[in-house]
Nanobody
Framework: QVQLMESGGNLVQPGGSLNLSCAAS????????MGWFRQAPGKEREGVAC????????IYADSVKGRFTISRDYAKNTLYLQMDRLQPEDTARYYC????????????????WGQGTQVTVSS
């Protein structure tokens, strides 16, 4: 059973920044494909960023390229999502995901999900 626990969601003004964290075991960080998805009310879950077992293997949604950065810290057993220049359309619940053999950054590829953390961008 893969356990993932997100934190860092908050209310932020447009143009602001947040850094989401996902606590996971060291083995998950090292050997699983991991990522961040989000879901806004009335919308489907969207892949925001995914990272393969190599740090160079990263995919971003077009809507967040240049603004969001996914990274992991093995010493802290944590996956991060640094979000800059946030916009109201980034408002959603953000989920950390993991899967050992995910082939694409789409929801159906990931079997392990955290509970999510709420991000609200509003003035």
């Amino acid at each position: 059973q893969v356990q993932l626990m997100e934190s860092g969601g908050n209310l932020v003004q447009p143009g602001g920044s947040l850094n989401l964290s996902c606590a996971a075991s060291r083995s998950v960080l090292e050997y699983y494909v991991m990522g961040w998805f989000r879901q806004a009310p009335g919308k489907e879950r969207e892949g925001v960023a995914c990272m393969g077992t190599s740090d160079n293997n990263v995919i971003y949604a077009d809507s967040v390229k240049g603004r969001f950065t996914i990274s992991r810290d093995y010493a802290k057993n944590t996956l991060y999502l640094q979000m800059d220049r946030l916009q109201p359309e980034d408002t959603a619940r953000y989920y950390c995901v993991a899967e050992q053999h995910a082939e694409a950054c789409i929801a159906t590829e990931f079997g392990s999900w955290g509970q999510g953390t709420q991000v609200t961008v509003s003035s």
